[in-house]
């Protein structure tokens, strides 16, 4: 049978990941025998900390493991609206701004769902995570890309913002930290973005499972700034900081007239989250033990971060954005007369080394490689000398053709 005959038109222009496909060859190339770098996922290659799991063991024999209500565990609801309130300034009731997801990309696909219509557009500020130009396909909607410039770090340019509205244009979808730049928007920026939604009556689809991994300066909120409030959709998750992306747990956070809209996405598609796991987190997620463990992490990508730029700029071909967040760093391969797509294809087929064509993100990227810091010291050295061992034979090969 022809799969295509039968496939929901939504589905066209929907594109399976390039970090999936890329992870799943150097997994390939592994299990072969070959040593490889594995830097193309987001992956913390951290332990869960010790008191979130001792909680989760617990909680199980207590026999934790029953349907929560909808919007998930209410102490998890009250323990997240404190951490906000604390990381952000900004205040949400648990009992009817917080829902709890399997994960951030649940929150991603719900928060996108309750809101996009067919034919609506979703301004993204790109580059910017697979999940959302995709996300707004499946809903029927067109994502609009606006381009930030990789050479000034990717500020917002508010022209070009102001530009790309329509009056089908319905939210903009902003991700802060970038995946995959690693780079803070400055409040400066915000406002660009906050200047514009207020002025087209916008709500803005804000990303943060990254918020609490910064190395340079602070990262604001959106929701933080006058007005924003009211029409900001923010996500969050435990993932990035607390290293648990395998435990599926992420939450939206958003005005209280949203919680309806959003519950009743929720409901239908994955009904209530895991019962021990939130109660476990409720218990340790502010505790000062878990959160040390999450500072030691912090600390622990943050000296990845200073290692990956030192060894890149020991390899005259590459330059790179300087990462301020999260655990990326873009690199541009321009300098080696390949683009991104040709350079990651061979460095992963010739150098074992896997990293992500940051074409794949949208913007002005073609030229640029996603590389994840995420991976352990030994890994980031062993691989890094590879890739340069590799580009300098193939510039002492292409000086004796």
Known sequence: MNPEAYAAKRLKGVEMSAIRLISDRARALRAQGHEVALFSMGEPDFDTPAPIKEAAKRKIDENRTHYTSNRGAAPLRAAIAERILEDTGVRYDPENEILLTCGGAEAINNG????????????????????????????????????LRPEAGFPVCEEDLEAAVTERTKMIVLNNPSNPAGTVLSVRSLEAVRRVAMRHDLLVFSDEIYSRLVYEGTCASIASLPGM???????NGFSKTYAMTGWRVGYLAYPAWM?????????????????????ALAESMNRPDTLAAAERMRAAFDARRRLAMALLDEIPALRYVRPQGAFYILIDVRGTGMDGGQFARRALEEAHVALVPA???????????????????????????????????????????
Not at 368 to 383: D, K, L, P, T, W
């Open 112 to 147: 996108l769902a309750a809101f996009l219509d067919a034919g609506d557009e979703a301004i993204v500020l790109a580059p910017a995570f697979v999940s959302y130009r995709n996300g707004i396909r499946l809903c029927g909607a067109v994502p609009v890309e606006v381009a």
């Open 259 to 279: 919680d309806g809209l959003l519950l009743r996405v929720h409901q239908y598609s994955t009904t209530t989250g895991v019962t021990f796991l939130q109660e």
């Open 229 to 235: 409030r009211e029409r900001t959709l923010m996500v």
């Open 359 to 401: 074409a794949s993100f949208g913007g002005d990227c073609a030229g640029f490689v996603r590389m994840s810091y995420a991976a352990g010291e030994e890994e980031i050295r062993a691989g890094l000398a590879r890739l340069r061992d590799w580009l300098d034979a193939k510039r002492r090969d292409s000086h004796v053709g």
